[in-house]
């Protein structure tokens, strides 16, 4: 089945772009490629690609561009120079040729997809159900095989990216960076503070000999206020 098929050549991965991709796509060792197509016989005979248009039989041709991933080649079977039938997409993927799937692959797939899972899911939920003539039936689920599945999704390790992938993150953050450049918050100066020269003098209040000053004045201002005690006669007896 050619929908399991891939292939690849890691000397053009780095140079891929819309002006030899169809060049990297008819090489020999690609399975996909059909040697009998008017691409072919253009190629021997160094003609241009716009003498596809006059020709009749099958020939391929670049249907859309993402650069700097993804290529659409159509194969195609050309009746006159205004109609064409479609047979075949390929997409390729960082450098990697696949075939994609017509409808009908399509379709099955997901049915078959969907009937296993539901297939599971029903064979699982009869595993659980218990009876007994004086319980009637029950459910008894394991908790513990739920927490080893849980897990077992948590401790999935993720593969590492590859250098292509990396180098074209890297693009795409700088062309964002230079987009919208990040805004930069100026620290703020703390405040100076007044240098004072070796000749200035600064008067200092002496505060606290004006409160004593005050306090012994207060007292002795009271006992000079205050009339002497009287002096009590002795009695004696």
Not at 111 to 118: C, R
Not at 163 to 187: H, I, N, S, T
């Amino acid at each position: 089945n050619s929908l399991n098929l891939t292939w690849h050549d890691t000397a053009w991965i780095p140079v891929l772009n819309p002006g030899n991709i169809l060049d990297y796509f008819s090489e020999r060792s690609n399975p996909f490629y059909d040697r009998q197509c008017n691409n072919e016989l253009i190629k021997m005979q160094r003609l241009s690609q716009d003498q596809l248009a006059n020709m009749t039989g099958i020939e391929y041709v670049l249907l859309h561009v993402q650069e700097p991933i993804l290529y659409i080649i159509r194969k195609q079977y050309r009746q006159s120079p205004t109609q064409v039938v479609p047979q075949t997409d390929y997409y390729i993927i960082a450098g990697v040729v696949h075939q994609a799937p017509d409808l009908c692959t399509f379709v099955n797939s997901r049915l078959t997809n969907t009937i296993f899972n539901l297939q599971s899911a029903f064979e699982e939920a009869k595993s659980f159900s218990r009876y007994h003539p004086s319980k009637g039936y029950w459910w008894e689920f394991n908790q513990q095989e739920q927490s080893d599945k849980s897990e077992g999704k948590k401790k999935r390790k993720e593969e590492p990216g590859s250098f292509f992938q990396r180098q074209r993150v890297d693009l795409l953050l700088g062309e964002l960076a230079k987009k919208f450049p990040p805004k930069f918050v100026a620290p703020s100066q703390p405040e100076a503070k007044p240098i004072v020269a070796a000749d200035d003098h600064v008067k200092v209040e002496p505060k606290v000999e004006v409160k004593q000053e005050k306090l012994t004045q207060d007292k002795q201002a009271d006992s000079a206020g205050k009339p002497p005690p009287d002096k009590k006669p002795k009695l004696s007896r």
